[in-house]
């Protein structure tokens, strides 16, 4: 009985979650018209900054995140519906990315939104992101991360944790329906804590201590990766390497 609940109540989350990223981008808004492909560019000059809070806010789409740039931030975004054209704004080390909050409910395949965004790999970085319908590959390795706060509604995701990172690690991790992939390095102490929700969680070769998962290197090196995820309806994967 127990179980069943657990799986109803698990089918109820993900088709609410469904049906909240869900109408139909044909309607009578001129915004929602289907365009040809428009591409914009942001770069930030280097300009001093030690340190970048980025707070990136997606409603639909992929989102692509690198270090491949010597700049501070460099954002390539591909969309073709008016209403998906990305809000920039950055002072005081700050860095807001966002698009109409309506767009998480743009569903379909004939939309397009792709944002690749490439950051300073010195700068210590502090990052928050809320997806909604999407999709991403987010890759941590290079950049100097301090923390990262990481909230996905529907869609597969890939995160990159294998920095050679010069501080501790903070992560918070909320999944949604879908993926969630996490990779994480064999040679940095890593503690995972998971809240398991209807989704399975799997973790090869980590060692498990009731919702806990470790590596060998953990509690032998100078800074470790502190992770918390919480599963939602979909899988979470942690893979070491």
């Known amino acids: 009985m127990k179980k069943r609940l657990i799986f109803l109540a698990g089918?109820?989350?993900?088709?609410?979650?469904?049906?909240?990223?869900?109408?139909?981008?044909n309607d009578n808004n001129d915004n929602a018209?289907?365009?040809?492909?428009?591409?914009e560019s942001k770069n930030i000059e280097l300009s001093g900054e030690n340190t970048l809070t980025s707070?990136?806010?997606?409603?639909?789409?992929?989102l692509n995140i690198s270090s491949d740039t010597n700049k501070l931030f460099e954002g390539n975004f591909d969309y073709n519906i008016k209403r998906l054209k990305p809000e920039i704004s950055y002072s005081s080390n700050v860095l807001k990315l966002s698009h109409?909050?309506?767009?998480?409910?743009?569903?379909?395949?004939?939309?397009?939104?792709?944002?690749?965004?490439?950051?300073?790999?010195?700068?210590?970085?502090s990052m928050d992101i809320n997806m909604g319908n999407g999709s991403g590959n987010l890759d941590f390795s290079k950049i100097n991360l301090k923390s990262l706060s990481a909230k996905f509604g529907v869609g597969d995701y890939v995160i990159d944790l294998r920095g050679s990172y010069n501080q501790d690690?903070?992560?918070s991790i909320q999944g949604g329906v879908g993926k969630v992939k996490i990779i994480l390095p064999k040679s940095t102490?890593?503690?995972?804590?998971?809240?398991k929700g209807v989704g399975s969680v799997?973790?090869?070769?980590?060692?498990?201590?009731?919702s806990s998962y470790k590596n060998e290197a953990y509690g032998?090196?100078?800074?470790?990766?502190?992770?918390?995820?919480?599963?939602?309806?979909?899988?979470?994967?942690?893979?070491?390497?």
């Open 169 to 171: 690690v903070n992560v």
């Open 100 to 125: 109409n909050k309506m767009n998480k409910n743009i569903s379909g395949n004939n939309y397009k939104c792709d944002w690749n965004l490439k950051f300073n790999p010195k700068v210590l970085m």
């Open 202 to 210: 799997r973790a090869a070769n980590f060692i498990k201590e009731n």
């Open 33 to 39: 018209e289907i365009t040809d492909t428009i591409h």
């Open 55 to 62: 707070d990136i806010t997606m409603g639909v789409g992929r």
């Open 189 to 195: 102490g890593v503690s995972v804590n998971c809240e």
């Open 220 to 241: 032998k090196t100078k800074n470790s990766i502190n992770v918390d995820v919480k599963a939602g309806v979909g899988d979470i994967e942690l893979e070491l390497k």
């Open 11 to 25: 089918m109820l989350t993900c088709s609410l979650a469904l049906s909240a990223c869900s109408i139909n981008i």
